[in-house]
């Protein structure tokens, strides 16, 4: 299994940054997919997740700015940020977890996000 992320990168705050997971899962559609990040001394937080019905859910502080998405026939995974600020910046993760577990069991290696 592969999650491999893509277009991070800098950006001035206020701009935007868009996200993609590539994902290598044979039975993509049954997986909830998230986005999660981890900035410097600071915990890794959940961002956002899709269930495998495509129903999204948004992190307070990313609310109104960030869009996940997906698309099953491609098997891929999208976050669209808008409106960036610095406390942003951190390293983004897609991640995946099969629709009866709870912990997500697929990471991907990760895109560094900075905001300046």
């Known amino acids: 299994v592969q999650l491999v992320e893509s277009g991070g990168g800098s950006v001035q705050a206020g701009g935007p940054l868009r996200l993609s997971c590539a994902v290598s899962?044979?039975?993509?559609?049954?997986?909830?997919m998230a986005w999660f990040r981890r900035a410097p001394g600071k915990e890794r937080e959940l961002v956002a997740h899709i269930s495998y019905y495509g129903l999204p859910n948004y992190a307070d502080f990313v609310k109104g700015r960030f869009t996940i998405s997906r698309d099953n026939a491609k098997k891929t995974l999208s976050l669209q940020m808008n409106s960036l600020k610095p406390e942003d910046t951190a390293m983004y993760y897609c991640?995946?977890?099969?629709?009866?577990?709870?912990?997500?069991?697929?990471w991907g290696q990760g895109t560094q996000v900075t905001v300046s």
């Open positions: 991640a995946a977890r099969w629709y009866r577990r709870t912990d997500y069991d697929y």
């Open positions: 899962l044979s039975s993509y559609g049954d997986y909830w």
